[in-house]
Each structure stands twice: as structure tokens, then as C-alpha cells.
């Protein structure tokens, strides 16, 4: 068996000698390089730019403005495009760093020094700079996609459950700006061929990203190639084609050579997605006993003053927990900010650190143990989709995770642990999130020399995808993974699923899997009938694969290499595609992951800094493919939230709305000297109504519920409640509550 077994990730010897290749690291003969001018103001207008002194520069090939690019061929809308505007399109500023022009020259350092050249006048405007200055203004968001989640939903007369519950809670909860900060800076390469355009870039969907650039620059998406093979680090910012890609595009036609772009850390931090302010209002129902009756829940997020991108956090609301009634809404509020963008865990992420700290709350005033209180609100059925949950495993997670953490130890009331001169807490949360899927195709082929490759357009992004669907590729030819190679991450390849929204595992492992699955068969079909074959004339179901042969299940030693059976049928190889259709699943069900987090803080009593020591998380994502990445992507996912419950805000100057800390040497995240231990398991059981393959995506809901976990142990260490992160010492001065 291949599948469940811990293999190391097939490209980490590259990795850790240096041999991998990232986009920055293409070349191509008579390649020039790219540097974008970036705005300096908020808000406003270009009342003239000036760039003689860039264009007389030593090596400049081209500075390109609003006032000389080329027109754009299409609307941003109509390709969904991240923005509502392409770069370049007019003279107005909508937020600090905005691209305001693109220099080219013969090296990078030369194109850096001409852009420092660009000299620009302003006409300044009075920019909204912070969520709190929006909040008058916000309003129900107008949704340029059809939208994932209700914006405005309310079940059984929320309003009037609530007044009529035991117990009433009225909360707010704030989550700040949070950058995906990832070590790989966004580049693109951009190299035309005639009226044909390859694209080297930083990308989490090749095959999403060529109808983008093909219709902005007004040429056939069958003459657009897009190449992304390795990522280093995304968490959803590279989920979208962005304006660097289309200027590197547009440069490298006008120059008539290859243009590099690689934009600058900064840049990476204001041009390339965050995930917004959120403000979240929770009223919480719920009778003595503990059983919830009511949850409403208001939020309203930052947006850009062009168009409105609501965040789901309200997305785990009426989803987690059994409720008799439920109120949504949502409102955004325009802010003259960058555009956000999709962050690991989008929506459920901020949505969860506010449900998941009510529901504490709630315990306590309950005098309900938070696990206890979980449990006896635990949801059997998706209550829109009034569905069953398929493979839910979350009671489980509970006893499992409280099991292995020692919750039995912990004090009933806040402020009663010490060790020493620390106070210590402990916390717990609920982890979910839907399950998405997606159309996804793969190829395997099999080869003449006892070796096989798998071509998915996927790319790894940094999970041990391209390692787990070598593993289901192997399960399904009987190859061993070592004898299996893997091109990915290219629009000549079949279109995968996207590397985000934890699809990856179940949309295109499914895909690899069927692949696999019919290639063996072709191969068992041509054994069974040649007269040479030891397999002759059996029934096929009697014909099993492992080690690089075919065998009879009944006769083991009965059976014949793919080598052997290729060579002598005078075939070079095998190709199978396979297709997965999300439209298969079981219809009966509704899907979701789902999890449970229990964590242990220290804070000291005199400087009030909060150190995570212990973290226990346990999950239930169905059939485990690599138990090694797995764990791997799950401790990622914990130290990942650590940091945006502890430390992380891209906070924004509240006059400017320039953002103070736009680079890795001020925007704070974990270090191993923030992370405690980390004990990850998994409750598995494959769900094969979600997937032939039983796997579904735990990417992101291993991060999901990690911030209230934090939240709720800091309160019950401390006494103090901290409902707008990230947990500062400067917030646990107060007296406890």
C-alpha cells in the first residue's frame, strides 16, 4: 500500500541542496528586468509625472505610464480579475503603493535606480484610513461573484429567540489587517514568440490565471502559456492574477525581449492581498441547561473604495453548532486600502476566533464546562442544506484531543494556576470547515521501463501535494513512488483543481487516482489477452498490481512486469486520463472537515507575555494519504494562526492608511522560539461519499478555531478577556473581569 504510508515529500532533496527552481530563478536568453514606481500618497490624483531623468538613465529600455501603456482589451469584470481596475488605467491613486509605472532596463539594479528617478506631483485627497473612520459609511455589499456564502440571512425569528432565552450575551470581537507574508516574494517572466506569450509566474492555478491575462491583452487564451511549478508560500495571495503579471506582460511586447519582474517585499505586503479589518458583533441565546437557542451575528469588513469584498466570517455562524434559530449579516465599509484577497482559511478563520470565544463566554456563565457545552450542541445536519454531515467524526476529535491534552486537569474558574511566577491556562475551540470541490483532470502514464509520471497542471505550493498524488498514482498502477515522476504546474498539462480552498487532495487526488486506476486496466486488459502473458484468460478482477507487475491475487507469483508486458506487446507506454467531476458526489450529504483544539498558555505575571507551551490538535479529514504531510501541514496551519493571535497586524497610519509595517523586519510572525509543543493527530475514516479516493482537504481547517483556543486559555489563565487581536502584553494589564 502506498497510500498511508509517512514517504518524505518527493522535491525536498532539491529543496534543501538549492536545486529547486521558483519563478525568480527562470531565465531565458537576452532577458531584461522590470521595476515598478509605486504611489506614495493614499488617496488622490497624478497631476503629472515626469520620467526624462528615468529614461536617460544608463540601460533603461522603456518606462511605461498611464499615459503611454497600450489599451487594455477587455473589462476586469468580465475576466474576474482580483481588481476592478487594471494597473495603469487612469491617473487616480486608490491606496498607498498603488502602481503608478513600470520601468525596463538591462539589469535589475539599473531598473531600481531609474524608477527612484520618476518623479511625480500629487493632488492629495483626505483618504479613509482606518475601519474605525469607515464605519459610518458601511453599508450591505454589492458582490461582483456569486457569492459563497449569505450576506443577509435570518431562521426562525432570530430576533424574538433570543429575547426569549435564559441567557443573553452581547459581544464584539475584532480581528486587524493580517498579511499572508510569504518567504517568496510574487515575479513573473513574461517571454512573447511571435503573437504567442509565455508566462513564467508565482501562481495557485495556471489554468484560472490564462483567460485573465489572454483577455486584458486582447490575445487567444490558446496563445498564453503559464508556467508555475514550485511556490514558496502563498496562503492565497497567489490564488489571483495581479497587475505586476499583466505590466511584466506588456513591458516584455514593448521592449521585444523576455522582461523579469520580481516585486519588492514592500510591494508583496500593499499590492498583493491581506485579509481586512473585521469588526464582529455576536448576540448569543441560550437556555440553562446549555442548549443554544440563538446566534446573530453582524459583521462589517474594510473594502476598497471601488468595489465591495464582503469576508465570510459570519461562514461557521449557523454551521458548527445546532441552533433553533440564526441572524446573519453582512456589511463592508470603503476604506482607501489595497485589495484584499483570500487568506488561508478565508471567512472561517476571523468568523471562528468570534464564535468560538462567545461559546467560552457562554461556558462560563453557564458554569458548563467548554467542551461539555460544545457537546451538547453538537449539530447532526447542515441546517440551509438540511442535509446529514458525511464522515463527521467531531464528538470524537473532543474526547480524543481532550484525552491526549490532560483537560481533565484543568480549574474549573480563571486565575487558578501557577507555576512558579507564570499564570497558566487552558483553552479549548471547535475547528471546521465546508468541504469544496472542483473539476479536475490528470493523466498517468506507464512506461516501457517499469516506471510511470503523473501531469496534473497543479503545482505545489508548499503542502506535499505533488508527494501524496505520487502515492495515490503509485496505489493505483502498483508502482512504487520512487519510480514515479510528476510534471506539474503548466497549462500544457491537464487542468487540475486550484491549490486553494483544500481542494487539492480530494478534486485533483481524485482525478490522479482514476487515471491511475484506468491506466492499470488497459494494461491488465492487454495481459489477459495476449497468449505470452502468465495472466492469460484470467477474469480481470482477479488481477492485482504491486511492485512494478501484474499478478494473480490467487497465485501471487503468478504475473508479469509492466516492463515485460510493454516490450513484448511492443507498446512505449500507457497514457490514462482521468476527470473528476465534483457533480458525483453523494447528493444525499453535506461535506465538511472538522477538528478540535486545546491549548495551554504561560504568561508571566510581570511582563504579561503570552507564551503558547502546549497545543493539541486532532482531526477528522477523512482518509489520511501521508500521515508525515499531514501532521506537517497541520502543525504549519497551528504556527500560522499562533501568529495572528498573538502578534500579526499590518496596521495601517490613521491618517495616511499607509501601513506602517510592510515588511518581513516589522510585520511580526512565529519564530521557533514561539512555538511550543505542537501534538497533532487525526480520528480517520475515510469518506467515500465525498471522494472515491475517502480523502478530503485539511489544509485549512487545522488552522480554523486556533485563535479562540489561544483567546480562551489567555481569559482563563488571566481572568482577562481579549476580543481584538492580536493578544498583546499591553491588553493584559487591565484588572480581570
Not at 493578544?727 to 473581569?737: F, G, Q, V
Request: glycine content about 10%; some cysteine.
Amino acid at each position: 500500500m502506498a497510500i498511508g504510508r509517512p514517504i518524505n515529500r518527493v522535491e525536498a532533496r532539491d529543496k534543501v541542496t538549492g536545486g529547486a527552481r521558483y519563478t525568480a530563478d527562470a531565465r531565458l536568453p537576452g532577458m531584461v528586468y522590470a521595476t515598478l514606481v509605486s504611489s506614495a500618497v493614499s488617496a488622490g490624483r497624478v497631476r503629472a509625472i515626469d520620467t526624462s531623468r528615468a529614461e536617460a538613465a544608463p540601460g533603461v529600455l522603456a518606462v511605461v505610464t498611464h499615459l503611454n501603456r497600450p489599451q487594455w482589451h477587455s473589462t476586469p469584470a468580465a475576466l474576474r480579475y482580483q481588481e476592478t481596475r487594471f494597473p495603469l488605467a487612469d491617473e487616480y491613486v486608490y491606496h498607498h503603493g498603488q502602481y503608478l509605472a513600470v520601468v525596463v532596463a538591462g539589469t535589475r539594479e539599473q531598473a531600481a535606480h531609474a524608477a527612484d528617478l520618476v518623479a511625480i506631483d500629487y493632488e492629495t485627497r483626505p483618504a479613509v484610513p482606518t475601519l474605525d473612520a469607515a464605519l459610518p459609511g458601511a453599508h450591505a455589499p454589492v458582490w461582483r461573484f456569486e457569492p459563497e456564502f449569505p450576506t443577509a440571512l435570518a431562521l426562525n425569528d432570530p430576533e424574538g429567540t433570543l429575547a426569549a432565552s435564559d441567557v443573553t450575551l452581547d459581544l464584539e470581537y475584532r480581528t486587524p489587517y493580517h498579511s499572508h507574508a510569504p518567504m517568496e516574494p510574487h515575479a513573473t517572466l513574461a517571454h512573447w514568440e511571435g503573437g504567442s506569450l509565455i508566462v513564467y509566474t508565482t501562481s495557485q492555478h495556471v489554468h484560472g490565471d490564462r483567460p485573465i491575462i489572454a483577455g486584458a491583452l486582447g490575445v487567444p487564451a490558446d496563445r498564453v502559456r503559464v508556467i508555475s511549478s514550485l511556490v514558496g508560500g502563498a496562503f492565497g495571495n497567489k490564488t489571483a492574477v495581479w497587475g505586476h503579471t499583466l505590466l511584466a506582460a506588456v513591458a516584455a511586447r514593448q521592449v521585444g525581449r523576455p522582461v523579469q519582474l520580481v516585486v519588492t517585499r514592500k510591494q508583496v505586503f500593499t499590492c498583493h492581498g491581506h485579509q481586512p479589518p473585521i469588526l464582529q458583533r455576536l448576540r448569543v441565546g441560550a437556555n440553562r441547561d446549555g442548549t443554544l437557542q440563538a446566534i446573530i451575528h453582524h459583521t462589517v469588513n474594510g473594502t476598497p473604495v471601488l468595489f465591495d469584498r464582503p469576508e465570510g466570517a459570519i461562514s461557521p455562524t449557523g454551521t458548527v453548532y445546532a441552533l433553533r434559530s440564526v441572524g446573519v449579516r453582512v456589511e463592508v465599509a470603503s476604506m482607501h486600502m489595497p485589495t484584499p484577497a483570500t487568506m488561508r482559511t478565508p471567512g472561517d478563520g476571523p468568523g471562528m476566533f468570534a464564535v468560538g470565544s462567545a461559546l467560552d463566554e457562554l461556558s462560563y456563565e453557564l458554569g458548563i464546562d467548554p467542551v461539555e457545552l460544545r457537546r451538547r450542541n453538537h449539530l447532526a445536519a447542515h441546517p440551509l442544506e438540511r442535509k446529514p454531515w458525511s464522515g463527521k467524526q467531531l464528538l470524537e476529535c473532543y474526547d480524543e484531543g481532550a484525552r491526549r491534552f490532560g483537560w481533565d486537569r484543568r480549574a474549573s474558574r480563571p486565575r487558578m494556576m501557577r507555576d512558579g511566577g507564570d499564570w497558566v491556562g487552558f483553552g479549548m475551540s471547535s475547528a471546521q470547515r465546508l468541504e469544496h470541490h472542483g473539476p479536475a483532470r490528470a493523466a498517468v502514464e506507464i512506461r516501457d521501463d517499469g516506471t510511470a509520471e503523473v501531469r496534473t497542471s497543479t503545482q505545489e505550493i508548499g503542502t506535499g501535494n505533488l508527494t501524496t498524488l505520487t502515492q495515490v498514482a503509485a496505489e493505483g498502477t502498483g508502482i512504487e513512488p520512487a519510480r514515479i515522476g510528476f510534471r506539474s504546474g503548466d497549462t500544457a498539462l491537464p487542468e487540475s483543481s486550484p491549490t486553494y480552498g483544500s481542494r487539492t487532495t480530494g478534486s485533483t487526488g481524485t482525478a490522479v487516482h482514476l487515471a491511475a486506476l484506468r491506466a492499470r486496466q488497459v494494461a491488465v486488459r492487454l495481459a489477459v489477452a495476449d497468449r505470452h502473458s502468465p495472466l492469460r484468460g484470467l477474469p480481470e478482477e482477479r488481477i492485482g498490481a504491486a511492485g512494478g507487475r501484474l499478478y494473480d491475487v490467487d497465485a501471487p507469483r503468478r504475473g508479469e512486469t509492466y516492463r515485460d508486458l510493454l516490450r513484448r506487446n511492443g507498446r512505449r507506454s500507457i497514457v490514462e486520463q482521468g476527470f473528476h467531476d465534483p457533480a458525483g458526489r453523494d447528493p444525499r450529504f453535506s461535506y465538511a472537515t472538522f477538528g478540535a483544539h486545546f491549548t495551554e498558555v504561560r504568561i508571566d505575571d510581570t511582563l504579561r507575555r503570552v507564551r503558547v507551551t502546549r497545543h493539541v490538535g486532532v482531526f477528522a479529514v477523512g482518509r489520511v494519504l501521508n500521515p508525515k504531510t499531514a501532521r506537517n501541514q497541520a502543525q504549519g496551519g497551528i504556527v500560522y494562526a499562533l501568529g495572528g493571535a498573538l502578534m500579526e497586524d499590518l496596521a495601517a497610519d490613521p491618517v495616511t492608511g499607509r501601513f506602517v509595517a510592510p515588511a518581513l523586519t516589522d510585520y511580526h510572525v512565529p519564530v521557533n522560539a514561539d512555538v511550543g509543543e505542537i501534538d497533532v493527530s487525526f480520528v480517520e475514516e475515510p469518506d467515500y461519499n465525498a471522494h472515491p479516493l475517502g480523502a478530503k482537504g485539511l489544509g485549512e481547517v487545522v488552522a480554523v478555531g486556533v485563535h479562540a483556543s489561544i483567546a480562551n486559555a489567555v481569559y482563563h489563565a488571566t481572568g482577562i478577556r481579549v476580543r481584538d487581536l492580536p493578544i498583546t502584553p499591553d491588553k493584559l494589564t487591565a484588572s480581570p473581569s
